[in-house]
């Protein structure tokens, strides 16, 4: 019977989401790959045990996370009826909804029905009451804004959700829903954007001024751009790595000279820092209090272990930045 560790809480740092009375692990683990069907059931278990076990307290799902979709939920389900049921107060257990799960036109994007009914779907593969946070996980053009938000509100009001958020809004998009929210008092709390030292769109299109206006925090996916910023690339393209299968996210013919170049001059950066490359990614997400938490995936215990490591030295000085930013310049080459 796994027994959590009672120093778990000496391990992390906790940071509230905006203005809101949500606190979120700096670290947070995302079960969109190596959760599902395809991964043995006891390596997500030791995988899930550890991160608990150092103070990561959040864990963040989605309808369609697998492979194939729903087996992520069904498993991590498993895991904390079999190990963690007494801990569950303890927890923050999110879930999405926006992407393609079931044939006809009431298994995608944002409509009312949709969101309801994968919502009743989460809970049963998870076999949970609730969620803590219910997403809305992409816009959707064709629905109004407000029966989406509507939607999310009356998962509150239902009593399957304690607090809602919205997944790959741009700025614009962020507003007009927030709005909406904030309007019918409905508990909105974390916004969740694509961000990196990569991939800084949420700087130039102002999200994070507008999570700040209406008092909510961001909680960053792919904080180390698919495994770019890490030891993984220094060399060459590995042919276990993202780029070398063909991911639709992360192809070869994106990784220029210019770009390995800029990733080892980063390397040694961190090493400065007596840090690895990925802690220190992980750290520049951070330095923002804005960005509320860093989402992380894992394939083994020992990358979870790494990244909460991150947490030893986040502060960066004003010459370390702007290295940095000369570095990122040199990239787009």
């Known amino acids: 019977m796994y027994k959590a560790d009672e120093t778990r809480y000496e391990n992390m740092i906790y940071r509230r989401a905006g203005k809101t009375g949500l606190k ?5 683990l995302g079960l ?15 995988m899930i045990h550890r991160a608990f076990d150092l103070g990561i307290t959040h864990f963040d799902l989605a309808n369609n996370y697998g492979p194939p979709a729903g087996s992520a939920e069904k498993n991590f389900g498993r895991i904390l009826r079999e190990d963690m049921k007494t801990y569950r107060d303890e ?29 009743d779907q989460s809970l049963e593969r998870m076999g949970l009451d ?62 969740q954007p694509r961000y990196s030292m990569l ?10 001024d507008v999570t700040e206006k209406y008092g909510i925090g961001n909680i960053v996916f792919s904080p180390l751009a698919q495994g770019l910023l890490t030891n993984k690339y220094l060399k060459d393209i590995p042919e276990d790595s993202r780029a070398a299968s063909g991911s ?12 390995l170049a800029g990733i080892r001059d980063l390397n040694e950066l961190a090493k400065e820092r007596n840090q690895s490359l990925a802690q220190m990614a992980l750290s520049w997400t951070l330095r923002d209090d804005r960005i509320t938490t860093a989402l992380i995936g894992a394939s083994k215990v020992s990358q979870i272990e ?9 502060d960066f000085s004003d010459a370390e930045l702007q290295r940095i930013d000369t570095i990122l310049e040199s990239m787009k080459a």
């Open 24 to 28: 979120l692990p700096l670290i947070s």
């Open 199 to 208: 991939d800084r769109w949420i700087e130039e299109d102002g999200l994070k």
């Open 130 to 191: 609730y969620v803590d946070i219910f997403y809305h996980h992409r816009p959707d053009a064709d629905t109004p804004v407000e029966e989406t938000m509507l939607a999310l509100d009356q998962a509150v009001r239902q009593g399957k959700a304690l607090y809602v958020g919205i997944s790959n809004y741009k700025g614009s998009q962020a507003k007009e829903a927030l709005k909406i929210l904030k309007e019918l008092k409905t508990p909105v709390v974390m916004t």
């Open 32 to 46: 969109w790959h190596n959760f599902g069907d395809v991964t043995q059931v006891d390596i997500s278990r030791k």
């Open 248 to 259: 639709q996210f992360l192809t070869e013919d994106k990784i220029t000279e210019e770009l």
């Open 91 to 119: 927890m923050i257990i999110s879930t999405k909804a926006g992407y393609y799960m079931w044939p006809g036109p009431y298994g995608d994007f944002g409509s009312r029905k949709y969101l309801l009914s994968s919502l």
């Open 306 to 314: 790494d990244s909460v490591a991150t947490i030893k030295n986040l």
